[in-house]
């Protein structure tokens, strides 16, 4: 994320909790003196968010020092100790909940993230998130799947062609919704890539037909018939050199992940990764 973009988040995050001051930090604590503050693991997982917290305290209070221990991708223990800061005891206490926040909620992502993706790392099939994030905070958690070792889907709606159920339906149907979608990029010079989600063996062959995808989706199959759709589909390359790539997607739980993996599929979406994940417990304790 840039840097602007990323202190564009973190005064609004500021603004949100401080507005006209921290009055009680202000009323008990004198304005000069100095502390050092520590974070502190209370939960086994993966960390992610160091680098924000890092942003964090530098855009806050520049002479703030950040004595940094472990980084963002590490696998952590309870008792770890990821940072310590050492500056005005004002300026961590506004800090903490803030800096708090936004690295528990990043490294629930990479913890569950690690987890769905450890199950499957035997298979040449890839964990992906969804656009199903925390409204301002997406490129956060999106940055998060891939430090627990996941893959990003599309960021959003601009920077790739993803065809669903209501696209085709309110297109005409899966020949339309392609051959509108190629044609649209053509006429608009945009190099994007075209999926398009398939919801039975008919419209896949149909999506085949065309040419067109570059991936095609299984929205809500079992695995029996995701088994027979990537015979279907690796069949077809071989008749007609050109491959696509398949994705599984919808009410895929952990417990029934590495089923579809096994099925041979390229990519499991999973939008539990980013839209109900459990917090990795931390805390920002004075260092006496």
């Given at each position: 994320?840039?840097?602007e973009?990323l ?6 995050w500021?603004e949100e909790?401080?507005?006209d001051?921290?009055h ?5 604590i004198?304005?000069t003196q100095?502390?050092?503050?520590q974070?502190?693991?209370k939960?086994?997982?993966?960390i992610?968010?160091?680098e924000?917290?890092?942003?964090i305290?530098?855009y806050?209070d520049p002479?703030c020092?950040?004595e ?11 008792g770890?100790i990821?940072?310590?800061v050492?500056g005005?005891e004002?300026?961590l206490?506004?800090?903490?909940r803030?800096?708090?926040n ?7 992502i990479?913890?569950t ?5 450890s199950?499957?790392a ?6 992906l ?5 925390t ?12 430090i627990?070792?996941?893959m ?18 309110f297109?005409?149907?899966?020949t339309?919704?392609l051959?509108r979608?190629?044609d649209?990029?053509?006429a608009?010079g ?7 989600e ?5 419209e896949?062959?149909?999506?085949l037909a ?6 095609i989706?299984?929205?809500?199959f ?5 088994r027979?759709a990537?015979?279907?589909i690796?069949?077809?390359e ?10 599984s997607s919808g ?15 390229d990519f499991?979406?999973?939008g539990?990764l ?7 417990d931390?805390s ?5």
């Amino acid at each position: 994320m840039k840097t602007e973009d990323l202190n564009r988040l973190i005064a609004l995050w500021f603004e949100e909790d401080i507005r006209d001051g921290d009055h009680t930090s202000l009323s008990c604590i004198p304005p000069t003196q100095m502390g050092c503050q520590q974070l502190i693991l209370k939960d086994d997982g993966i960390i992610a968010g160091i680098e924000v917290a890092k942003a964090i305290v530098a855009y806050f209070d520049p002479d703030c020092r950040f004595e940094q221990l472990l980084h963002d991708g590490d696998r952590v223990h309870k008792g770890d100790i990821a940072f310590r800061v050492y500056g005005k005891e004002l300026s961590l206490l506004q800090i903490e909940r803030t800096m708090l926040n936004i690295m528990q909620r990043m490294s629930g992502i990479a913890t569950t993230t690690d987890r769905y993706q450890s199950l499957i790392a035997d298979t040449s099939c890839h964990v992906l998130d969804t656009r199903k994030t925390t409204p301002g905070l997406r490129y956060l958690e999106k940055e998060a799947v891939l430090i627990g070792g996941g893959m990003n889907h599309r960021i959003g709606l601009f920077d790739m062609i993803l065809l669903k159920d209501n696209h085709v339906d309110f297109a005409g149907g899966i020949t339309a919704a392609l051959t509108r979608a190629r044609d649209y990029c053509t006429a608009k010079g945009k190099d994007l890539r075209i999926e398009i989600e398939t919801r039975n063996e008919e419209e896949i062959r149909e999506a085949l037909a065309t040419r067109i995808p570059d991936r095609i989706m299984l929205d809500n199959f079992t695995p029996e018939r995701t088994r027979a759709a990537v015979r279907l589909i690796r069949d077809w390359e071989r008749d007609n050199d050109k491959h696509i790539e398949i994705e599984s997607s919808g009410g895929i739980t952990i417990d029934t992940l590495r089923d579809y993996a096994l099925c041979g599929v390229d990519f499991i979406s999973v939008g539990a990764l980013t839209h109900s994940v459990k917090s990795l417990d931390m805390s920002f304790k004075a260092v006496k």
